[in-house]
């Protein structure tokens, strides 16, 4: 989880875009007598899918942990799409690995409309993948893709964290062996290795520089452990300043994709299906001191720092 320390403010960093005039800034919290701290709710972490029945008790808990009272108080806080596991970034390092390949990257500047996004989806979830950890607290889930044609697949570090056993399963339900190559938990990147005779074709990038508020995009991923989810929204912001990886202030894009737990290491990509970030992280509302799921303010890592920490990782 990713608190916010003492901060008093729910909306961090300033969001640039054509003629954006900010708010008036809200006023300050001010704890009173019984509240508690409204930063510090953790994520529910996320189970493996299983049956509807999961669902059901899923409802369950969250009813049971409603109001207690008059004064509960609800705030907004930033946490991470999935719930690690034990502390320590997963290691085990390929020999021979180290060779990236080269990525596609577009040349083809902003994005002029939105496009058939069902073509787009049904082009981009090939390449999209599901990571599978198991370590000492259990079993953990994520998403990935893959970034190149030499069998290297980028995901969020929190997903791997921990990990001792990893498979990446692939959109056609093939179950991969997975090493992780690197982790990078500053920049909450991770780079598995799957041998490139079963990789599905890298994912096209795109560049930080064209990508503009109100670009049509969509999250693919495996949120709760539904694979091949694929949920729609635009770039609500860019540069957004929130806390990511190791609690380090870093820019992120915002966007109103639904983002869930589960979804950390999948694309964000827009209307050609190029991948313009990493989901990584969500605010969600706290009740309680439980968490809930998306409220539409999702947050990936830029696809330009996602591209240099992966080639780093490589190396």
Not at 34 to 39: I, K, Q, S, Y
Not at 262 to 277: C, D, F, I, K, Y
Request: aromatic share 4%; no cysteine.
């Amino acid at each position: 989880m990713n608190d916010h320390g003492a901060d008093p403010m729910f909306g961090l960093g300033e969001p640039r875009g054509p003629d954006f005039a900010p708010s008036p800034p809200p006023d300050p919290w001010t704890p009173r007598s019984g509240d508690t701290d409204p930063f510090l709710a953790p994520l529910v972490p996320s189970a493996p899918w299983t049956a509807p029945a999961a669902l059901r008790k899923a409802g369950r808990a969250a009813g049971a942990g409603g109001a207690k009272g008059p004064r509960v108080l609800v705030a907004a806080v930033l946490v991470a799409a999935l719930a690690g596991g034990a502390a320590g970034a997963g290691a085990g390092w390929f020999a021979g690995d180290r060779t990236a390949a080269p990525i596609a990257q577009s040349g083809a500047g902003p994005v002029g409309g939105p496009g058939d996004l069902s073509d787009v989806a049904a082009r981009v979830q090939p390449s999209v993948v599901s990571v599978e950890v198991r370590s000492g607290s259990g079993r953990n889930g994520g998403s990935g893709f893959v970034f190149d044609r030499a069998g290297h697949v980028l995901t969020n570090a929190h997903v791997v964290e921990g990990a001792g056993e990893v498979e990446v399963i692939l959109s056609d339900r093939r179950r991969v062996a997975a090493r992780v190559l690197g982790a990078d938990p500053a920049q909450d990147l991770a780079v598995l290795a799957i041998p490139p005779g079963d990789s599905p074709a890298p994912l096209v990038f795109g560049r930080s520089a064209d990508v503009r508020v109100g670009d049509p995009v969509m999250a693919l991923g495996s949120p709760l452990g539904l694979a091949g989810t694929v949920t729609g929204g635009i770039v609500s912001a860019l540069d957004r300043e929130v806390r990511l990886g190791d609690g380090e202030r870093r820019t992120a894009l915002q966007t109103d994709a639904s983002i869930n737990p589960g979804n950390s290491g999948g694309p964000l990509v827009n209307a050609r299906g190029e991948v313009v970030g990493v989901n990584t992280a969500i605010a969600t509302l706290s009740r309680g001191g439980g968490s809930g799921g998306s409220i539409g303010i999702g947050f990936a890592i830029p696809v330009d720092r996602a591209v240099d920490g992966a080639r780093r990782l490589i190396r």
